[in-house]
Structures are given as structure tokens and as C-alpha cells.
């Protein structure tokens, strides 16, 4: 199982400027999650999705930013216009409800830098 | 709402040793989970442990291990002969039992292992 993958791992931009973050859950998963860490406020939650459908999003910062899940496979974060204290990691996470104790698993992490 | 509340900030151990770290949290739940997530530097977030809050049994993995004290909601996490590769940052993290429900993280403990 090749995990939770994120792209890109880094992304440097300019304050303005369009930013698009990507994550392909773990096969098989029906939940997907997007956390935001910061060292202000550690890892909260922005927004989740139950089969492809979002759940809450009451941790979104703002109507900058907007999440969707077009299919199983693919989810995506944009912030637009982005900002400078938009810079953090995002972590997106998947997650089954098959059985009783459901883990999510957390892919590598996108680390952005808003100029 | 539930909190999670991680007291030290940070600690250390040397080789060989055993450390715990230490966590308590909130919450008018009586069905949870609870786990205790890994970021080395890379910043990837390890599943570590997790724990059932209606089993009485204390879990365990390797070398990790975990304190739960359900009356005085306490979550601690013992690491037995720490090792190098055990140096990360230790996140404790709540999570409702309704099905897909976000995890609720503390504010995370580093811990240093020197040789």
C-alpha cells in the first residue's frame, strides 16, 4: 500500500498568488481529512469528507480557502488569494469506518511558504 | 468540547532509558480512542499507539506502552530503552467514537534522546 500521498511537498509562493494543494487517499478509505500545523496553533482540523462529501468544514479559516473531492481518489485544498500567515504544513489524512477502530493515516505533509 | 493537554513541552532521555510522557484530557464521553502520534523531523505524523477507551487493558507495542487511567482521564506514553530514532515530537490525540470524527491533538512534547 503505497499510503497517503500529498503533492507537492513544498511550495513556495508569493503573497496573491493561487495555491493548490493535492492528496490521494490510501485505496479504499471513505474519510479524508486536511489539518493544518502551525507553532501558534498546532494541528487543527480545517475541513473532512465522508464519501467524497464534506462533512464539516467549520475549521476553514476563511472563504480564501476551498476544499473538494471530486472522486474516491483525489482531494485538493486551494487558497486563493493566499498570505503570508497562511504559511504552515498541511497534512491530509484517510481513514476507513470498516470495524470498530478506525486510524487515519497521515500523508507526508505539504510544507507552504507565502512570501 | 474535548481538549487534550500535553504539560511538557519538553524532555529528554538518554540511550537505554525509559521516559514517559504525559497527557490528560477532557471530555463528557464515555466511548473514545485515544492515540499517541510520532513527528521526526521529516514532519511525517507515525501512528504510534492507540487505545480503546472501553478496554481496561493498557496497550502496548514493542517497546512503547501506554498508562491509561480512564477516572482520571490520563493518557500517558512510556518508551522503554529509548533508542536515537526515538528523538521526535509526541502528539497525544482524542477522537470521539462517532464514526469519522476529527482528531482533537495536543500541543505535542519533544523529546530528545542522547547517547
Known amino acids: 500500500d503505497a499510503g497517503v500521498i500529498q503533492s507537492p511537498r513544498h511550495e513556495v509562493t508569493e503573497m496573491g498568488q493561487e495555491v493548490t494543494l493535492r492528496c490521494k487517499p490510501i485505496?479504499?478509505?471513505?474519510?479524508l481529512f486536511w489539518y493544518r500545523q502551525t507553532m501558534m496553533r498546532g494541528l487543527e482540523l480545517l475541513i473532512y469528507?465522508?464519501?467524497?462529501?464534506?462533512?464539516?468544514d467549520s475549521g476553514m479559516p476563511e472563504d480564501r480557502f476551498s476544499a473538494k473531492m471530486p472522486n474516491a481518489s483525489f482531494s485538493t485544498l486551494k487558497i486563493q488569494p493566499s498570505e503570508p500567515r497562511d504559511s504552515a504544513v498541511y497534512f491530509c489524512?484517510?481513514?476507513?469506518?470498516?470495524?470498530?477502530?478506525?486510524?487515519?493515516?497521515f500523508g507526508p505533509g505539504t510544507r507552504l511558504l507565502v512570501l | 468540547a474535548q481538549t487534550v493537554t500535553q504539560s511538557q513541552p519538553e524532555m529528554s532521555v538518554q540511550e537505554a532509558e525509559t521516559v514517559t510522557l504525559s497527557c490528560t484530557y477532557d471530555?463528557?464521553?464515555?466511548?473514545?480512542?485515544l492515540f499517541w502520534y510520532k513527528q521526526p523531523p521529516s514532519r511525517q505524523m507515525i501512528l504510534v499507539i492507540r487505545q480503546e477507551a472501553y478496554k481496561q487493558q493498557n496497550a502496548t507495542e514493542n517497546r512503547f506502552s501506554v498508562n491509561f487511567q480512564k477516572a482520571a482521564k490520563s493518557f500517558s506514553l512510556k518508551i522503554s530503552d529509548s533508542q536515537l530514532g526515538d528523538a521526535a515530537m509526541y502528539f497525544c490525540?482524542?477522537?470521539?467514537?462517532?464514526?469519522?470524527?476529527?482528531?482533537?491533538f495536543g500541543k505535542g512534547t519533544t523529546l530528545s534522546v542522547s547517547s
Open positions: 485505496s479504499g478509505h471513505d474519510y
Open positions: 471530555t463528557s464521553e464515555s466511548d473514545y480512542y
Open positions: 490525540a482524542y477522537r470521539s467514537n462517532q464514526a469519522g470524527t476529527a482528531l482533537i
Open positions: 489524512a484517510s481513514s476507513t469506518s470498516s470495524g470498530r477502530l478506525e486510524t487515519q493515516y
Open positions: 469528507f465522508n464519501n467524497n462529501v464534506p462533512i464539516d
